[in-house]
């Protein structure tokens, strides 16, 4: 009866983390523009590790970025796909080269 006891405690422990991990990760991901709900069911199933992963997501991102909005986006965009800026890296490279001279 004891370990079983134990185990119920364990039970509810890890259920209780998982759904805290659920909600976590599904609210940080919403914040970046990401799927909730995959991000829920991830979150549940794999807590420790989805919580450091949505942490660092688009963090470690390092190629260009949109002036405006900070997302990353392609360097060959001509319009944000987050913002619907025009040119969001072109005008950067155009400013550099009129701040250079
Ligand atoms: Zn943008």
Redesign the pocket.
């Known amino acids: 009866m004891e370990s079983e006891s134990v185990l119920g405690f364990l039970f509810t422990v890890n259920l209780l983390f998982g759904l805290f991990a659920a909600f976590y990760c599904s609210t940080i991901a919403g914040k970046k523009n990401r799927s909730t709900m995959s991000w829920l069911i991830y979150g549940f199933f794999l807590p420790a590790i989805a919580i450091l992963h949505v942490i660092i997501v688009d963090e470690v991102y390092l190629g260009p970025r949109?002036?405006?909005?900070?997302?990353p986006?392609n360097a060959k965009a001509t319009i944000?796909?987050?913002?619907?800026?025009e040119h969001?890296v072109a005008q950067r490279a155009y400013a550099g080269t009129l701040l250079e001279g």
């Open positions: 949109c002036q405006y909005c900070i997302e986006v944000c796909p987050h913002c619907q800026s969001p």
